[in-house]
């Protein structure tokens, strides 16, 4: 490595500022020119190969060439045009004078074999006896050509999958540890620079990236957009906005970053609504957007960002307070605010709640009302952070093959699984081992046990119901409507069942009556007249069609999820009609805006399929096994056939539809050709995303850029960077 560097300082001699220096060749007519020194060996390319160098007035520099007597130009103190000029134009003189210099400074080192030595020679080479097998080896050695495939497909590699897949620093390629590991991979490969990789490199990716995804904002008939801003660790704020769709080609779901770039002044509705009205022009989709999807208010990012479960504050203490316990309970309530975005007509209309955001704000008034239960919390807590910080509990729970899952702050149903976990352990084994750590007073009562059960089995379907409507690429959407219908009447169940925290359920299903109102009431679940409820600024957001149309059209629901509930009879034929009545103007609406006739002969065949397992998305551990939709996924129903014209055709595919024995979400698209209506609602329905999680997954990559000891990484590189990483599958 260090030959190849010697060699490369000694032609070229470059430094950072070369790609700004300038260089012109004249040529001399003087009529007595000095010759080439065949047998000088100098050190440097100027001394070996220019004379009469001199400094001009201006400040440039200049030298003639020994071989054609041009004169070369230098602007700058470096010597890299020289080194340039004699690589270009005189190569061969410049291959013998470098395989001489080698034998030279060989010469004076035993640390390496010679050139000469390698060839079986015992006397030093000079420019005389270089012959043509001496220049093979030094044109066997020479660097790849700009266009070398191999070049190429390494600098890829550095650019793709370490830059931007890994994220690591831009500063890597300068770096002495990795210019010989490269060297060490391929010696003929040459490094990119710093500057090139920030000049051109990664900006020509970036304009690749945009290409593409402007292609498919051009290819797709339905979008989704989230929505959201973020704040780095130098409080640069940055919005960030994602489409959603299903593409034509094999109806999968897509989703892209459209924008990434920082936000000036005040976070205003006005000011939000210029970035994404920008957008939507930039990628000329405005005609496509099917839904918005954003937090309710900036000021909910705080209610949810730090969501810990009463008596796990003491698990989030700095480690000197570890024995210090606040038995104080938190009653000032956050008030929340009924923030308008001022966005325009159409927007208002587009825009949705985040399902996840909304459901936390419910699980965040329940864990208000649940003072009773923090000491038991509280055990469970100290006995996760002992797992972590004591060497000796920590052992013995390894020898019995037991670990308890590390919960983080920001995350409530992290410490909710956590709970869980713990409940698994045999009590007598948990509490045998805490004696012997000497942290009796960590021993679980039989009262503790009670309460932890209780707790663990109200917000287990809050969990599962987070977890699933942030699945990636899949439909979820659909999810909405059974989740708060399965949430409500298992509270109901559990309120006539609890021992302790019966309050804690009836404060919940406040909540959802607050928060999730417009839904209910769609379903006529209706509030009793002695609950006092607050009606919060999402509870008629959840009055949307959508939100009754999605499930249907989700192979796994159907109208299963209303047959399957606790609705009365009279409410379940009433509220299955409207869902059927709205799923018919849907879909005759989305005809008539793409076909100008009103007839068409559809026919159609419809084959029987097996029934296949539910996809398999919650897997949380569970004491006492309960699941959001566990009365219906799976069940199968008759089918029948037959339709004539396009009113009659949508009825008959929405009945045929519901009684499809296959339950995969995909069903839909499975049988496109079955469901031509019903599949093209589908496309511009499922694309929505129940939750903001696409645009908070940004920010978390971005995060991940921007670490502690890369504070000094600018806005706009942090921009394109974030953009790279979160279109990668596009480069």
């Given amino acids: 490595m260090s030959k190849t560097t010697n060699d490369q300082s000694s032609l070229a001699e470059q430094d950072d500022d070369s790609n700004t220096s300038s260089s012109s060749v004249v040529i001399d007519a003087s009529d007595i020119l000095p010759s080439y020194n065949h047998e000088k060996i100098a050190n440097s390319v100027v001394e070996q190969f220019f004379y009469e160098l001199k400094t001009h007035d201006d400040g440039t520099k200049s030298a003639k060439c020994l071989l054609c007597h041009s004169i070369v130009k230098q602007s700058t103190t470096s010597t890299y045009n020289y080194g340039r000029h004699v690589y270009r134009k005189h190569m061969k003189e410049t291959n013998k004078w470098k395989l001489a210099l080698d034998s030279k400074k060989s010469n004076k080192s035993t640390k390496q074999s010679t050139v000469q030595q390698s060839f079986g020679q015992r006397g ?125 080609n094999d109806d999968s779901f897509q989703d892209y970053l459209l924008t990434f770039q920082p936000l000036s002044g005040s976070h205003t509705g006005d000011n939000l609504r210029r970035q994404l009205e920008d957008a939507m022009a930039n990628f000329n ?58 966005m325009n007509d159409q927007e208002e209309r587009l825009r949705i709640p985040c399902f996840s955001h909304t459901l936390q704000l419910t699980v965040g008034d329940g864990l208000k009302e649940c003072g009773n239960a923090k000491p038991a919390l509280a055990k469970v807590a100290t006995i996760a952070k002992l797992s972590h910080k004591s060497t000796l509990f920590a052992e013995h729970l390894q020898r019995e093959n037991i670990s308890i899952p590390l919960p983080v702050k920001t995350r409530w149903n992290s410490q909710h699984h956590t709970i869980c976990k713990v409940l698994e352990i045999s009590l007598t084994l948990l509490n045998d081992l805490l004696r012997n750590v000497g942290r009796a007073d960590l021993v679980l009562t039989a009262r503790d046990i009670i309460i932890l059960q209780e707790f663990a089995s109200i917000f287990a379907l809050f969990a599962e119901a987070t977890t699933r409507t942030q699945i990636e690429n899949s439909a979820s ?29 009836r404060t919940l299903i406040i909540s959802l009556h607050e928060r999730f109102g417009g839904l209910l009431e769609r379903c006529e679940v209706f509030a009793d007249s002695n609950m006092k409820i607050k009606k919060r600024s999402t509870s008629d957001l959840y009055k949307d069609d959508i939100y009754l149309i999605a499930p249907f059209l989700d192979g796994r629901f159907k109208l299963k999820w209303v047959v399957a509930s606790n609705l009365s009879e009279s409410t379940k034929e009433r509220t299955t009609n409207i869902i059927k009545a709205l799923l018919f103007k849907a879909a005759l609406q989305l005809h008539g805006t793409t076909n100008n006739t009103s007839d068409c002969i559809i026919e159609s065949s419809i084959t029987e399929c097996s029934t296949t397992d539910d996809d398999g998305m919650s897997n949380l551990p569970n004491f006492k096994r309960k699941r959001l939709f566990s009365g219906y996924e799976g069940q199968k129903t008759p089918m029948q056939k037959k339709r004539s014209c396009v009113s009659e055709s949508i009825e008959n595919e929405i009945s045929m539809f519901e009684k499809e024995l296959l339950d995969d979400t995909r069903l839909i698209f499975l049988k496109k050709d079955s469901y031509p209506y019903l599949h093209r609602l589908a496309t511009r329905v499922l694309c929505v995303p129940a939750t903001s999680a696409p645009v908070e997954r940004v920010f978390s990559s971005s995060g991940i850029l921007m670490r502690p000891h890369r504070s000094r990484l600018s806005k706009n590189m942090l921009s394109i960077l974030t953009l790279l990483k979160c279109n990668r599958k596009l480069l």
């Avoid at 020479?142 to 070049?151: D, E, S, V, W």
């Fill in 124 to 248: 030093r080479l000079s420019l005389d006896n270089i012959t043509e097998e001496h220049l093979l080896i030094v044109l066997v050695n020479q660097k790849y050509g700009a266009h070398n495939p191999r070049q190429l497909e390494l600098h890829k590699m550095i650019v793709q999958d370490l830059i931007i897949e890994l994220g690591l620093p831009l500063y890597i390629v300068d770096h002495p540890a990795f210019l010989r590991a490269m060297n060490t991979i391929d010696p003929k490969f040459t490094v990119l620079s710093r500057r090139t990789l920030c000049r051109e490199a990664i900006p020509s990716a970036l304009e690749q990236v945009m290409i593409k995804v402007k292609q498919a904002c051009s290819d797709a008939k339905f979008v989704a957009l989230t929505l959201d801003t973020w704040s780095d660790r130098r409080m640069r704020t940055f919005i960030a906005i994602t489409m959603h769709t299903i593409a034509n």
């Fill in 285 to 342: 989709i405005e005609d496509k957007v099917v839904r918005i999807v954003t937090d309710n208010a900036s000021n909910n990012l705080k209610a949810f960002d730090e969501l810990v479960i009463p008596g796990f504050e003491v698990y989030f203490e700095p480690e000197d307070d570890e024995d210090e316990h606040d038995d104080e309970t938190e009653n000032d309530e956050r008030e929340e605010k009924d923030e308008q975005n001022n």
């Fill in 477 to 505: 959407i659909s999810l909405v409507a059974p989740s708060v219908l399965s949430i409500y009447y298992d509270l109901e169940h559990e309120q006539a069942n609890c021992k302790y925290l019966g309050s804690l359920c």
